[in-house]
């Protein structure tokens, strides 16, 4: 059908644009993509584990292997841990306590406080006393000499008197030289009954100050005595005396023997992390760690022997590789171990070899 022309008025309109692809739908593909994406999309998180230290764990296993590597056939091997160390007390006098036939120190100190004790009381009893009294005596003489004396020289003074005061002065005279006879004054040279009363109140005084002074010597050993074993038996925060440390300590010194080697051995850092990797269809978890380790062996002689840091990491265990890596023996074949000496070993001639210690290494 052939198309009739349009008026001369009208004019020519294109239709509308549309684009090709509307935004909306670009939108909703990348959505679309980043969803299929998050299905491979992993997860991780890292979080480190506190561990906490226990050195008694480290050193119960170190004996455990000493005590298997070492014991052999009649071989005699014990390992002795100070801590839990029980014996019984020694004996004789070079030990502490010892016993009733052989006193040891301790029982030693208290026998020597004893006997102090009693020389004090003995010295307070039977001179001290005596001596004070003899001082009193000799104050109450001396002025009596001289109310005397100025008696029989004043004329006022009755014969009756006289004669009596005579008479007393004749009596404490006699007592002054029998007294002076007893301590071996030098009455050599001219002397009155006032002057031999001076001389034996100034030797009953210095003999007073000598016994005062003994006796507060003694005392002050009695207290000091006292001092040390109160001291000794004090516990501290643990419940623990010095005395207690210093009996187990001997006890030690006696039983570990000639050659026994001292092994010190504690944690420097434990510690490790847990690795978890999430997906849409399940998550997965590794766990991982390691300790860090020094020790030092000291000979009989109390010289380091040999020392170093043992540095030990177990790598990465996934969850499902746990119950089988467990046990001991597992263990020792997934651990390991690195060590860094910082003394060598004993040499063959048994003289310590000492040299510096490497970069990195801890000398002790």
Not at 62 to 86: D, Q, W
Request: one cysteine or more; charged letters at 25%; hydrophobic letters at 35%.
């Amino acid at each position: 059908m052939p198309l009739s022309p349009l008026p001369d008025s009208s004019t020519w309109r294109l239709p509308p644009h549309r684009p090709e692809l509307v935004p909306a739908a670009i939108f909703a593909a990348i959505d679309v993509g980043l969803g299929i994406a998050s299905l491979f999309k992993t997860d991780t998180e890292i979080h480190g584990v506190t561990v906490p230290v226990d050195d008694l764990a480290l050193q119960a296993l170190v004996a455990h292997e000493l005590t298997l590597r070492c014991k052999s056939g009649n071989n005699s091997f014990s390992v002795i841990h100070p801590t839990y160390f029980y014996s019984g007390l020694q004996t004789g006098t070079d030990s502490l306590m010892g016993d009733e036939k052989n006193p040891g120190l301790i029982r030693q100190l208290a026998q020597i406080q004893l006997e102090v004790d009693a020389r004090a009381s003995e010295l307070e009893s039977k001179v001290k006393q005596p001596l004070a009294s003899m001082v009193e005596i000799s104050k109450k003489q001396r002025t009596s000499i001289v109310q005397l004396t100025d008696e029989l020289k004043d004329p006022k003074t009755s014969k009756a008197k006289k004669d009596k005061d005579h008479s007393d002065l004749k009596r404490i005279v006699a007592f002054l030289q029998r007294d002076a006879t007893e301590a071996e004054l030098d009455l050599n040279r001219p002397c009155d009954e006032l002057c031999i009363s001076n001389k034996l109140l100034q030797l009953y005084t210095n003999d007073q100050i000598q016994v005062e002074a003994r006796i507060a010597a003694l005392k002050s050993i009695s207290a000091k005595i006292s001092d040390l074993i109160s001291a000794l038996n004090k516990p501290d925060s643990n419940g623990i005396t010095p005395l207690q440390t210093m009996l187990r300590a001997e006890s030690l010194a006696a039983k570990k023997g000639d050659g026994a080697n001292t092994l010190v051995t504690k944690f420097v850092t434990i510690g490790g992390n847990n690795i978890t990797r999430k997906r849409v269809m399940g998550s997965r978890a590794s766990f991982g760690g390691g300790v860090v380790v020094d020790f030092i062996r000291i000979d009989s002689g109390g010289l380091i022997a040999q020392s170093g840091i043992v540095q030990c990491y177990a790598g990465r265990l996934k969850e499902d590789e746990l119950p089988g890596k467990l046990d001991g023996d597992s263990v020792k074949q997934i651990v390991r171990c690195t060590s860094t000496p910082a003394v060598a070993p004993v040499g063959t001639a048994g003289e310590t070899q000492q040299h510096k210690p490497r970069a990195g290494s801890a000398g002790r």
